[in-house]
C-alpha cells in the first residue's frame, strides 16, 4: 500500500516564554545554549496541541531522541523579555520528525531560527526505519496522508 503525502500544508504553534535571569550571561543577555530549550518549549507546546507529545508517543512504545539540531541567532533577548516560539513540523517520508523554529522578541523581530531532527526509538532501544503506525495514524488525521 503506497501513502500519498500533501504538501503545502503548515502545521505550526505559537508559544511564549519568559526569559528567566538564569538564562542570561554576564552581559545580561541570553547565553545561546539557552535557545534549545525555547526550542524543547516549543515542541513540547506543539505536541500537547496537536496530539503527538512525549506522553503519545511513550504510551506507543516510542521515545524520539533529537540526534541533529541547528540554530541561527540575529539579535539578543534579555531578562525579562517574553519571546514568541513558532514551531514548525517539517513533513517527511523517512521515520523522523523534523521541526523548525522561528523565535522573536516583544518588537515582532526575529530573534532566532533553527531546526531539530528526532528518530523514533522503541522502548527496547531499536531505531524505527519504518514510520510507526501510531504515527501515520497521527499524519492522517492532521492531512497530511492521504491513502
Known amino acids: ?10 502545521i505550526s504553534y505559537i508559544t511564549k516564554v519568559r526569559v528567566r535571569f538564569v538564562e542570561t ?3 545580561g543577555i ?6 534549545i530549550q525555547y ?17 503519545d508517543q511513550k504510551e506507543n512504545g516510542y521515545t524520539t531522541p533529537i540526534v541533529k539540531s541547528t540554530s541561527e541567532h540575529k ?8 519571546a514568541t516560539v513558532k514551531t514548525i513540523y517539517v513533513d517527511s517520508p523517512a521515520a523522523k ?3 523548525r523554529y522561528e523565535i522573536y ?15 523514533f526509538v522503541t522502548d527496547e532501544g531499536e531505531l ?20
Open 75 to 82: 539579535r539578543p533577548l534579555r531578562y525579562g523579555d517574553t
Open 1 to 10: 500500500m503506497k501513502r500519498r503525502m500533501l504538501s503545502n500544508m503548515e
Open 25 to 27: 550571561d554576564p552581559l
Open 105 to 119: 522578541n516583544e518588537q515582532e523581530e526575529l530573534v532566532c531560527t533553527g531546526s531539530t531532527t528526532q528518530v
Open 97 to 99: 520528525l523534523i521541526f
Open 30 to 35: 541570553v547565553w545561546h545554549g539557552n535557545y
Open 39 to 55: 526550542f524543547e518549549d516549543g515542541r513540547e507546546a506543539f505536541g500537547r496541541e496537536h496530539g503527538i507529545s512525549y506522553l
Open 128 to 147: 524505527s526505519l519504518n514510520i510507526p503506525e501510531f504515527f501515520v495514524e497521527w499524519k492522517k488525521k492532521v492531512g497530511l496522508l492521504n491513502e
